[in-house]
């Protein structure tokens, strides 16, 4: 015999407030770039957001292996994610970082934000943090850094022609300032 329910005991919640503040934050990450990811001391995953993995040139998930994550650091740089957690909560460094992201095999500079808090459930710490790409950035610096020594060497080479100049020269040779006084 089938039962048929005598009384059903829930209640409702309007989460519209909530699925606001959901959307209004997906859209600011994917309008400022900005990647969310969140690691809970001693598991191998971490959950990231699709902008995260977008900035990563990942596949979106919600949840990634770490050593997937770190595995797009090239070179000496540090890991997006470090495993080994301090002693105590805190505000960790930012640390600059760059990847190859394995969706295209560009070289990009990334960013890395956050702090590690205590986590109630398993009494570790989790580390929330937020990433963001600053190649462009990182390319002007190197231009900036490049025009520098390139002026420097200019400066330098106009210098020794000048002082060629008054070395050499059999003429009389002064100099006046725009108001006229020799200088």
Not at 22 to 45: C, N, S
Not at 71 to 78: H, I, K, M
Request: contains cysteine.
């Amino acid at each position: 015999l089938p039962t048929q329910p005598v009384r059903f005991s829930g209640a409702m919640v309007d989460i519209t407030d909530q699925k606001r503040a959901e959307e209004l934050l997906r859209i600011a990450q994917t309008a400022g770039g900005v990647g969310t990811f969140e690691y809970i001391e001693g598991f191998g995953t971490a959950v990231t957001s699709n902008q995260f993995c977008w900035l990563l040139g990942l596949q979106p998930a919600e949840d990634l292996p770490v050593h997937t994550i770190n595995a797009v650091v090239g070179g000496r740089d540090p890991p997006i994610i470090d495993v080994t957690m301090p002693a105590r909560a805190g505000q960790a460094p930012r640390t600059e970082f760059r990847i190859t992201r394995p969706d295209t095999g560009e070289t990009r500079w990334l960013t890395r934000r956050g702090e590690y808090r205590p986590d109630s459930e398993n009494g570790g710490l989790r580390f929330s943090g937020v990433v963001y790409d600053i190649t462009d950035s990182k390319r002007t610096e190197e231009a900036l850094r490049s025009l520098n020594e390139t002026l420097e060497q200019r400066v330098e080479e106009r210098t020794r022609e000048r002082d060629g100049i008054w070395k050499l020269s059999q003429d009389l040779l002064g100099i006046c300032s725009a108001d006229g006084v020799w200088l």
